[in-house]
């Protein structure tokens, strides 16, 4: 397959920050596989698949949604102000038919600090969300980009 224009080299710096992104994301789910979340995989919604950290159940037994960050920016950035992890959590609720994700984060800062965030979501900013990756991945469909190299809508 060609390089698109629009593409970038992926550096040995790009491939370490997602590899710690993934190994933080491997530690996380299996720790709380077997007690709290549980890795479901992939998940589809109106053709758009997307692939949750995990999924939880609270006693009344309504879903939530986990997500597993790992970033080099410090605490001052929550998920609350990160625009494409709102994005992925909007998206995961809806395709799960969750309103709540909780978001474990570790910032790699000095020192290293873990935080832990419970976000709700109404059901408008669901649907919301909903519309502006479903527009996304009629762009996406149109200009021919597929599910190679983690290019998915969510």
Not at 19 to 38: D, M, N, P
Not at 56 to 83: H, L, R
Not at 131 to 148: C, F, L, P, S, Y
Request: net charge negative; hydrophobic share 40%.
């Amino acid at each position: 397959m060609g390089i698109r224009e629009t593409e970038r080299v992926v550096t040995d710096g790009d491939r370490m920050h997602w590899e710690k992104g993934w190994l933080w994301e491997t530690v996380l789910s299996r720790a709380f596989g077997g007690k709290a979340a549980i890795r479901v995989g992939e998940v589809e919604m109106d053709g758009v698949v997307g692939s949750p950290d995990g999924i939880g159940f609270d006693t009344s037994g309504n879903a939530y949604v986990e997500e597993y960050k790992c970033t080099s920016m410090g605490v001052g950035k929550t998920p609350a102000n990160m625009w494409r992890w709102m994005m992925q959590a909007k998206g995961y609720c809806r395709m799960v038919g969750a309103t709540r994700c909780i978001f474990r984060v570790l910032h790699l800062t000095f020192p290293p600090t873990y935080r832990v965030w419970e976000l709700v979501f109404t059901e408008e900013e669901l649907a919301e969300n909903w519309a502006a990756i479903m527009a996304q991945a009629q762009v996406m469909r149109r200009e021919g980009v597929d599910g190679d190299h983690g290019n998915k809508a969510v």
